[in-house]
């Protein structure tokens, strides 16, 4: 099965780029919440996440956190494994 990955995100931000193309790398397809395009959103990623800064990134209902907590569980050999996990039931 695919994974289940939702990212909040801003366009601008160098930081959920940098995620976003450490996903690309790994051959993975990905949801994204623009916050800045819909803010909207911001109040539920705060709510999940705790965190007001982006990207806040989920796998498999997992809370990675930003892009320097997505790199070191990259850097870990977590995130292979993480991304194997088949996605929790809705």
Avoid at 79 to 85: G, V
Wanted: aromatic share 6%; hydrophobic share 40%.
């Amino acid at each position: 099965m695919k994974p289940d990955i939702l990212l909040y995100t801003m366009n601008w931000c160098p930081f959920c780029r940098r995620a976003k193309t450490l996903l690309k790398e790994k051959g993975v397809q990905w949801k994204e919440l623009d916050i800045g395009a819909d803010p909207a959103h911001r109040p539920a990623m705060i709510k999940a996440s705790g965190r007001n800064t982006v990207p806040q990134i989920f796998i498999n209902g997992t809370h990675v956190g930003g892009c320097d907590e997505l790199l070191v569980l990259d850097a870990k050999g977590g995130l292979d494994e993480l991304l194997a996990r088949t996605p929790a039931p809705n």
